[in-house]
Every structure is written in structure tokens, then in C-alpha cells.
């Protein structure tokens, strides 16, 4: 067996189109440099196959296929690495780089992310950074930092009601919802692209929306993995928030213990907006404490950043930088300035 770990928490396609190659060949996590070194010490080309058996060929692959352009760069890589040693042509990779290259681009694609359970988290995308006037169609490096956290803290989530600001098409409310068995779950956005794509992820991963679950008794005979799903998972509801908007009774109905978001910290004009909101959440809850606040974002701009926290401490709510993840589940850019505050309130 290969030295080289290509087992969970890798993703097939990781990245927005735009920046997959150089993402791919770049990154810590492909270990392409560790690949090719083992490659030339051992003359083996075993790990290839094995390589490409747990990516392109996998079943969640062909299944739900990355989009053309990842699998085309990927596997030529893989290729290029083959072609560095005195070896055989393994024909393998060049039956996938040739079915690949017959694909035509779609404006959609599927990305896959295997968690430290073994189970999965895969997600209908677009493959361009702005669509439908929005950029909520895509997944953020922040989603995967916060879902990291989540999944090595999930005691804060267990058997609590969690609500998730600006949710997007969803992989970090999933990704918890899999692994950290809270009690409800509340995905929130606004863009009704971004709202219609979510819903589809939330299925996708074999959930059932609250509001559904009525409808859903009679296909319960019909999956029993649809049914497991709904009897042992999370209520899972969608909320359409719109933050200049939204009412205190509205905030309140949600009662939630946990609030989290991941890249809603970059542009100043909607700073005013979430900080309304995150202020009447923390004198929402009519039991018990104040929801637990975390914001995980790319710090893309200082002053951007800078004029949040000096928001927050107007309207008298404390933050701290909570430590950095100790594992990386997921494939991001590392070279990002992430951060994750929890707000105190």
C-alpha cells in the first residue's frame, strides 16, 4: 500500500473552475511533489491506479461527476506523473482522459467532499463565481474552515437548535448536520436561486425539509435511507431571511442556541445589516442563555474586518479569535487569511 493518503476528508473538485488547476497542483493536500518522488523511488505505478480508483472512478465520482475541466486537469496530471518513470503506459488513464475529453462544460457540476465518518457531502454547483447575479452558488474557503471547526468541536452543536446566517447552497450546515446530530438545523439565506439550489443539496444528501415531512410518509416504504435519514437526523428547515428586513418576532420564532456563518464578513455596505440582526438574535431566546455567536470568514480586506469589529463593539457585543483548526479535513487554500470569531455576548 501506497505511503501517500488519499482517504477521507479529500475532495474530487474542491475549488471554483477559475482556480482548480493551479489550486490542485499547488496545494499541500495532493502531495503531487510526494507522488512523483514515491513514483521515481519505486518505479510503481500501482499507486496510480489506486489513485485513480478512489477519485475519477469511485462511485460518488461517476455518480456525481466534478465538472470537466477539474476531472481533464486531474487526470493529466496523474498522466504526467505516470510518464515521469521508465514504465509501461497504464491504459487506464488514458480511457478516462479520452471519455473525458468526449464531455461537453456545463454551467453545473457536482463536488464531493468525504467526511472523517466516511460518509459524504456532494453538492450541485456552478462552476462560475457569479451567477444569476449572486455569488451564493458557489462554495467559499470559509465553509470549509468553519465545518472543520464544527466537526472537531461537535459538542457545541449536539441536541441544540442551530441557525445558520447566509447558508448558501448549503455544505456547512450539512456537513454538521452529518456528523454533529444537532437537534434542528435552520439553513437562511435570501437570493431565491441560492434558496432553490440549497433545498436540492439538503435532498441531495438524503434529508427531508421540516415542512415536508407530512408529504414524505408515504415514500418512506419506498427509501429506507430517506427514512433512517428523517427519524434519526436534525429537523431541517429553510428560513428566507432578508437582513434589512427581518423582524424581531421572526428572529425570535427561530429560538436559536447556536448562530454561525461563514463569509458574510466581506463587503461594508451589508456590515450595518448583519450586525442589526446578530444583535436582536442575542436578546432573542426567551429561555435560558444567548445563543452562541461564530463567524468564520476570508479576511480579504483589513479594513473590512476592522469596521466589523468595531460595529460589534458598538452595539456592546464582545468577540474573540477562536484557535486554529488542529486537522485539514478539506481541500482550501491555506495560504487564506481565515478567522474564526466567537461573539460574546
Request: glycine content about 4%.
Amino acid at each position: 500500500m501506497s505511503s501517500v493518503s488519499w482517504g477521507a476528508g479529500r475532495a474530487f473538485s474542491t475549488e471554483t473552475l477559475e482556480t482548480a488547476e493551479a489550486k490542485v497542483l499547488a496545494s499541500k493536500a495532493f502531495v503531487f511533489e510526494e507522488l512523483e518522488k514515491e513514483l521515481k523511488n519505486s518505479s510503481d505505478a500501482a499507486v496510480l491506479l489506486d489513485i485513480l480508483q478512489k477519485t475519477m472512478l469511485h462511485p460518488l465520482c461517476t455518480k456525481y461527476p466534478p465538472s470537466v475541466k477539474y476531472r481533464r486537469c486531474f487526470v493529466s496530471e496523474l498522466i504526467k506523473k505516470h510518464e515521469s518513470i521508465a514504465t509501461e503506459p497504464l491504459d487506464e488513464l488514458y480511457d478516462v482522459l479520452a471519455d473525458i475529453l468526449n464531455k461537453e462544460e456545463s454551467t453545473n457540476c457536482y463536488k464531493s467532499y468525504l467526511l472523517p465518518t466516511g460518509d459524504a457531502v456532494t453538492l450541485l454547483e456552478t462552476v462560475a463565481l457569479i451567477s444569476q447575479g449572486t455569488t451564493g452558488l458557489v462554495t467559499w474557503d470559509a465553509a470549509l474552515y468553519l465545518a472543520e471547526w464544527a466537526v472537531e468541536n461537535p459538542a457545541i452543536f449536539r441536541s441544540r437548535t442551530v441557525l445558520e446566517l447566509g447558508s448558501g447552497i448549503g455544505f456547512t450546515g450539512i456537513a454538521i448536520c452529518k456528523t454533529c446530530n444537532p437537534k434542528a438545523y435552520i439553513f437562511s439565506d435570501y437570493h431565491r436561486a441560492v434558496l432553490e439550489q440549497l433545498k436540492e443539496n439538503i435532498h441531495l444528501n438524503g434529508f427531508i425539509l421540516e415542512s415536508e415531512t407530512v408529504n414524505h410518509t408515504k415514500m418512506k416504504s419506498q427509501s429506507h435511507r430517506a427514512e433512517a435519514m428523517d427519524l434519526q437526523g436534525p429537523k431541517i428547515m429553510v428560513a428566507e431571511l432578508d437582513w434589512d428586513s427581518v423582524t424581531k418576532e421572526q428572529l425570535s420564532e427561530l429560538q436559536a442556541d447556536v448562530v454561525i456563518a461563514a463569509d458574510v464578513v466581506y463587503d461594508p455596505e451589508i456590515t450595518l445589516s448583519l450586525i442589526s440582526v446578530l444583535r436582536q438574535l442575542s436578546i432573542s431566546k426567551t429561555t435560558g442563555k444567548p445563543p452562541e455567536m461564530y463567524i468564520a470568514f476570508t479576511v480579504r480586506n483589513p479594513d473590512t474586518y476592522h469596521l466589523f469589529q468595531t460595529e460589534l463593539d458598538k452595539v456592546g457585543i464582545g468577540w474573540q479569535v477562536v484557535p486554529t483548526n488542529t486537522k485539514t479535513l478539506f481541500l482550501y487554500d491555506l495560504h487564506s487569511n481565515m478567522t474564526l470569531l466567537k461573539l460574546l455576548l
